[in-house]
Structure formats: C-alpha cells, structure tokens
T-cell receptor, first 110, second 114 residues
Framework: QQPVQSPQAVILREGEDAVINCSSS?????VHWYRQKHGEAPVFLMI?????EQKGHEKISASFNEKKQQSSLYLTASQLSYSGTYFC???????????FGQGTRLTINP | DAGVIQSPRHEVTEMGQEVTLRCKPI?????LFWYRQTMMRGLELLIY????????DSGMPEDRFSAKMPNASFSTLKIQPSEPRDSAVYFC????????????FGPGTRLTVT
C-alpha cells in the first residue's frame, strides 16, 4: 500500500527549514528517502530501519517512528541545490520491496 | 564507474507497435528493478530480478508487459502491443545487496505512445 506524504509541495526561501512527512497504515521494516530533480533519475539519500533511528546526510536528516509507522525528513538551512521532489519508499515487514509515496515537491527560492 | 545504462532515452511509437526498453545494471549488482513513473500513479515497481531470476512481477500491469534478464549485465522490458496509457518514464535500477538496499537508478526512458 502506497505511503502518504505531506505536504505535497512546499516553497521556501534559501536558508529556511522544511519537514516532509511519510506515513503508512502498514507495519514497516524500513523507510528510504530519495530525491529527484526535474528530468533526472531519483537519487538515494538514506535508509532508516525500525528502531526510531535517526540519520543525517549533510544538512538533511530523518527519523523513523516505528510505532506510528511514520518517517520525517528534515532539511535545515535549505540550499538552492535541495530543490526537487522527495520520495519516501517504505518496506513492509516481509515484503522485500519498496513502495514509493507520491512525492513532495520542494522549491527553494533565492 | 559507469552507472545504470538505459536505452533508448526517448521512444515515440504508435499504438499497437512493440516497444523494447533495455537496461545494463551496475557491474556486481545482484538486483535489478524496473519502475514506471507517471504523474497520476507516481513511481511504481513493475518487476525485479535477483541473480537474473524474476522474484516479484506483481506490479506488471498486464500480459502486454514482459521482462527478461538473460544475463547479469542485460535486461529488457517489452510492451506488445503498446497503448497510449503506457506513456510514462520507465526507470531501471540496480542494487548490490538486497531488494531494499540503496538503489541506483538509470536515466530513464521516456516512452510516448500515440
């Protein structure tokens, strides 16, 4: 079942922070985050395994709340290069594959 | 190292024609995935292979779609006959360790069926 991402779109000024959420109604084993720039392929950012783990990638970090089946991606002091569409991919327990959300389009303006 | 290679990058065909998309995964990657991306449905997994063997094809839309992986360095996705609703960007991705490990996506093939 496809996870739900929110918001669908967000517009920021350079230097501002953003949070993108991903939630599922299924028990999850892991959550993956990818970023896709317009006209390009998705690029892997990070994986979070169940256990409430938090990871970081430059100024981008994420958390995974396995009790709520939710993950959040945090972008701090956003840069122009952060613009793109962010996808979460969820792995249900035992599924051995990812199901991607609809994506959140992030626009960073100067 | 070369990334995932897909060909063609763009394909325009008429309804009813056969379409073959090609993919070369990253050397040493045991998993290969075919995805389809549209505005309406997002990024959908069609099928994936492990060591050239199809593991999950539950995402293949219908019998018009077929995929093969004759060896570790080549895979095809075929649509016959093609329909306008098949218009989408088709991505191939590969992964080293498991079906849910970091996936490396190819540049995609933009298919337009008129």
């Amino acid at each position: 079942q496809q996870p739900v991402q929110s918001p669908q779109a967000v517009i920021l000024r350079e230097g501002e922070d953003a949070v993108i959420n991903c939630s599922s109604s299924k028990a999850l084993y892991s959550v993956h985050w990818y970023r896709q720039k317009h006209g390009e392929a998705p690029v892997f950012l990070m994986i979070l395994l169940k256990g409430g783990e938090q990871k970081g990638h430059e100024k981008i970090s994420a958390s995974f709340n396995e009790k709520k089946q939710q993950s959040s991606l945090y972008l701090t002091a956003s840069q122009l290069s952060y613009s793109g569409t962010y996808f979460c991919g969820t792995e249900e327990a035992g599924a051995q594959k990812l199901v991607f959300g609809q994506g959140t389009r992030l626009t960073i303006n100067p | 190292d070369a990334g995932v290679i897909q060909s063609p990058r763009h394909e325009v065909t008429e309804m009813g024609q056969e379409v073959t998309l090609r993919c070369k995964p990253i050397s040493g990657h045991d998993y290969l995935f075919w995805y389809r991306q549209t505005m309406m449905r997002g990024l959908e997994l069609l099928i994936y292979f492990n060591n050239n063997v199809p593991i999950d094809d539950s995402g293949m839309p219908e019998d018009r779609f077929s995929a093969k992986m004759p060896n570790a360095s080549f895979s095809t996705l075929k649509i016959q006959p093609s329909e306008p609703r098949d218009s989408a960007v088709y991505f191939c991705a590969s992964s080293r360790a498991s079906a849910t490990y970091e996936q490396y996506f190819g540049p995609g093939t933009r298919l337009t069926v008129t």
